[in-house]
């Protein structure tokens, strides 16, 4: 497990019937004191995990097995794991496993392991930070990582390979909470519990000299997406490759100049991509460093300036918002670059960017990020969501992970939205990858064939590259977005994956669609819009080909639908409509989402469809005790009623939406930020609310009923008519009838709209229509407006 021995070097070396040497009676002693090793409890179903590194031919695998524990013994020498599997109880499985760079989370149970134990291997490691940190993120909440390594100090100089000294073991603690050593002989047993999630901190060096404030800075990555970095024990800092520029030197032969001088990594200057120059001052000096991309190199790392760096490791690009010691500043500036986003809080500096460049880097990844994302595919495929084998090939193939670089790899291939940027006075979000089960609804609904020509409407790289695998190397995709630092994460993830020459990104306004030299002669095959958007701007449909889909998170009423539209002369007609979330739509597109107050009670009204009209004579009204009325409508506790809100939102006039922003419960119980369905009509106001039905409160399978709350002087007569609305949907709709929503420019005369609720928008009329609706002639409930 050196980085001067192979897998094959161990597993010669078990076959040979060599070993390490046994456990001593001091350090099972430890061990029996220090993880407090006991069975279960009698009758305890629930297994305590344990994981041993480095297992060698399982003796302390057996150890803590005979304990108790349930133990994954892994080794990356097939003789020593089939020496494990020969010698050892039911209580430990084996596994063959790449310490250095396999999948040791495909081990981990659902809560993660009680113990991880690394004895005599730590040294052998190359990349020891990564790894620590990687195990510290198995264990569970009360878990500890126990590392036994021999200490230099102990053993002769010839022998200090094998060892870590008093400087590598303070800086394997710094990582985690609590930490205790023990010494057992020769050798140091280190308990680390409780990792730091503390952000990583950036610090700068020793003055510089003024030759060279000049500089290139490498970031290169290994086979397995991992970023290399230097530990400079003098500086205490991690950093990147670099170096001074010589006079008349180009940066390209800088970057693999100084990578070779200092790690023995030889690449050819043509294969460097340069990101452009960062400007920044330290020390009073003015700072210019060129960035340095490079995938493709030969070699291995090794220590050949060992007076500025004593090692060096690769490392997990996302672990290093966690990095336990801190990055020098420069480095920080560079991957950010190189990863927007991907480090927190980096001092600022300014970058200039170079031009496009033709030199291509070679995408490489880990392999649990393979696992993960075949996962994914089979759940979302599970679900229904991924119903098509282009779907899944697309999920199946786009490193969702290399879009978000800045989050681990289970969250990156969870089934979520992943928030991008906030907001900086609300903290709410503003962009984000959206969850790939509504990408696949979205998708879907576009109905995207091999050679179609795409439009969407923001950014952020991911969705880009789905649609990309979708229309295949014939066709084409346009991506438009309005924020330049979702646009430069966009351009950078396309490069750092291969979809450059795929993707077309644009920055600019995405209610405006697509440049004109960028939309094809016909129009676009399809639309997809990827925020939430209030209207439906009339460029889209004029951009759009006949026949044409366009597939969008519209708002009406203030909820947010995933529609699918297809173009049918100058209108354009729902195939599919449900509800979904969105971050809100920015530039010209954006909405005042901000609530009229009702009075000073921490209550207001959101109107978004509806003509606002004026509260004065509501104030003070929510105080009284209203008129509370029963509908006798259920809805099971998690099922879905939003045919009902689109029905209220489409038909009821007046309607609305009740807001609280209290801290306290009001008489109308509203979470804080959350909203009702309201109605504002008479100088009176009536809310929708939903409280479990009574008898039900034990039940497995509890049944919530539709209530009606008013308030003001026709409170009664307001709050029958909107009872009668929910009635009317139960009744006449629900279950019977799907919503169809036809979209046609603003200024369509009536006579030429189709039967229907018209919901006004400033760039078109939507009609909401029924099948059914002609049954509802008897409730009372009006056809359309």
Known sequence: ???????????????????????????????????????????????????????????????????????????????????????????????????????????????????????????????RTRTVAELAGLLDENGTLCVITPHADR???????????????????????HTERVEAGDSTVLLLRGPKTCPVAYSEKRT???????????????????????????????????????????FETTAVRELAEETGLHARPESVLLLGTLCDSTHGFTRMTEIARLTDYAGDPAVLEPELVARWEWHTPSGLRALPQPLFTASAQALNVVWPGLLPDVPPAHHT????????????????????????????????WTDTAELRRAFTTVPRHAFLPEQPLGRAYANEAVATVFDEDTGRSMSSVSQPEMQAVMLSRAGLRPGDT???????????????????????????????????????????????????????????????????????DAIIVTAASHDVA????????????????????????????RKEDSALVSTAISSCGFVPMQGTGRWNGTPAPIGDDGYGIRWEDTAPVPLDGLRGVLATEGVTLHTGVTVGEYESFEHLQLWLAAAVPGFCRLTSDREQPGPVKLMKHSDSMAVVADGSLACVVLNRRAGDANSAHPLMEFGVKAFGPHAKATAES??????????KLRGRATPTLTVT??????????????????????????PARNALNDTGVGQGE
């Open 208 to 250: 510089p000299k003024p030759a060279a404030m000049a500089g290139v800075s490498v970031v290169v990555t290994n086979d397995r997406g991992q970023v290399l970095l230097g530990w400079n024990p003098a500086r205490a800092v991690w950093e990147v490759p670099a170096g001074k520029v010589e006079p008349g030197e180009a």
């Open 1 to 127: 497990m050196s980085s001067t021995h192979t897998a094959q070097d161990w597993h010669a070396h078990y076959e040979a019937d060599r070993d390490f040497r046994p456990l001593s009676d001091t350090e099972k002693t430890v061990l029996a004191e220090q993880l407090r090793l006991a069975p279960p409890p009698p009758g305890d179903a629930q297994e305590v995990r344990a994981l041993d590194v480095g297992c060698g031919t399982g003796e302390l695998a057996r150890f803590l097995a005979k304990a108790g524990y349930r133990v994954d013994a892994v080794d990356w020498a097939g003789s020593a794991v089939e020496k494990t599997a020969a010698a050892s109880t039911d209580g430990v499985r084996c596994h063959q496993v790449d310490i250095t760079g396999g999948d040791l989370s495909s081990l981990a149970p659902a809560g993660g392991f009680r113990v991880i134990t690394m004895r005599r291997v730590l040294a052998h490691l190359p990349d």
């Open 155 to 177: 053993h002769p100089e010839e022998l200090h390979g094998i060892c870590l000294d008093d400087t590598e073991i303070d800086l394997l603690a710094d990582g985690w909470q």
């Open 454 to 524: 795409v439009l969407e409407i923001g950014g952020g790289g991911y969705n880009a590259c789905l649609i990309a695998e979708l229309v295949g190397p014939h066709g084409s995709v346009v991506c438009v977005e309005i924020d330049p630092y979702v646009h430069a994460r966009t351009e950078r993830f396309l490069a750092e994956t291969g979809y450059t020459d795929r993707v077309r990104a644009v920055l600019g306004d995405g209610a405006n669609g697509a440049p004109g030299d960028l939309i094809p002669q016909s129009g676009f």
């Open 353 to 384: 960017p170079r031009p496009a460049s033709n030199v291509a880097l070679k995408f490489t990844e880990p392999a649990a990020a393979v696992r993960l994302r075949e996962q994914l595919v089979r759940d979302l495929t599970e679900a229904g």
């Open 538 to 565: 009339w460029r889209w449909s004029g951009q759009l080909a006949e026949g044409g889909r366009l597939v969008l998170p519209l708002r009406i009423g203030g909820f947010t639908w995933a529609v699918g539209l």
């Open 722 to 731: 909107l009872s009668e609305a929910i009635q009317a949907w139960d009744q």
């Open 745 to 770: 420019p603003a200024g369509t005369p009536d006579s030429a709209l189709p039967s229907g609720y018209v919901v006004e928008k400033p760039n078109a009329r939507i009609v909401v229509s029924w």
